[in-house]
């Protein structure tokens, strides 16, 4: 039986943080016909009815023992995820989230799907943003449970799944495959260096480290705002190494005075000095 629902029942759900909310996860003939499996429903002007969070849906009101005794629906537990786009289909295309709508929807197909519907034709998670601090996850990322080795770069995640509302991720690390369980909250994304030095070692933000100028001066700095010339290094042995063997402070008299010089070299020697 349909029932008259005011305007006012009709506003996003979450505005009342106290009010209980259900997913439904599974359709059934007597809802409306544009009801579809994950829209939200909350308390309505009745207490002892749900009637949808959002004004897209048909009115209607589902009676609380409807909702609490049947395998229809389950309690919409505030999730500290959001899942920005889905992998799959016959041409493995993207499914992009629609936040207006809440739906994923593929542009070249002018098609729409539920996650639900989605997941059931074997399509995966590509991307999830961890509502808590903004962080997007990729498959493909490197990542680290917390607390962990900022500069360990050998764990990449290669795939993403819900179960029991908790994002799980499961990584591949060297030759082999760990799966871990933990929720999303416990995880991070490997910092990216932010370049490598001349003697081969990777700098992240916040190492220090040591350059050396055009005119051959030894700096040790935090920062990355280097000029084009400047060569770094992760020691100032490696930097002192580096001065040695370019900078041209050598005279002809000082070569004189460890090893003979006959014409032909004397004559080289020359060019390289005014070069």
């Known amino acids: 039986m349909k029932l008259p629902v005011s305007k006012k029942s009709m506003v996003e759900c979450k505005k009342n943080n106290n009010m209980k909310e259900y997913r439904l996860i599974q359709k059934y003939p007597s809802l409306p016909k544009d009801w579809e499996e994950g829209m939200i429903v909350g308390v309505g002007d009745s207490t002892n009815s749900y009637s949808p969070c ?4 048909s009115d209607y009101y589902v009676p ?3 909702i609490k005794d049947t395998k229809y629906w389950e309690q919409a537990i505030e999730d500290d995820y959001e899942i920005l786009s889905i992998l799959g289909g016959v041409t493995q ?5 629609d936040k207006e709508t809440g739906l994923y929807v593929n542009k070249a197909e002018y098609a729409k799907f539920t996650i639900s519907e989605l997941l059931r034709q074997d399509c995966t998670i590509h991307l999830v943003k961890r509502l808590s601090d903004g962080e997007i996850f990729t498959v493909g990322d490197k990542v680290q449970l917390i607390p962990g080795d900022w500069k360990d770069q050998n764990t990449i995640l290669s795939k993403i799944e819900i179960k029991d509302n908790v994002v799980v991720f499961e990584i591949t690390q060297e030759k082999y ?5 933990q929720g ?28 050396v100028t055009k005119s051959f001066l030894i700096e040790r700095t935090t920062t990355i705002k280097l000029k084009q010339s400047d060569k770094t290094f992760s020691t100032r042995e490696a930097a002192n190494e580096y001065i040695l063997d370019n900078k041209p402070d050598l005279s002809i008299n000082d070569i004189r005075k460890v090893m003979p010089i006959d014409a032909d070299e004397m004559e080289k020697l020359k060019k390289i000095v005014r070069l």
């Open 54 to 57: 959002h004004s897209k849906y």
């Open 64 to 66: 609380e023992k409807e």
């Open 93 to 97: 295309s993207f499914y992009i989230l």
């Open 177 to 181: 495959k760990s799966k871990y369980s």
């Open 184 to 211: 999303i909250q416990d995880w991070r994304k490997t910092k990216k260096p932010l370049f490598t030095t001349e003697d081969g070692v990777e700098v992240f933000e916040g190492d220090s480290f040591y350059f």
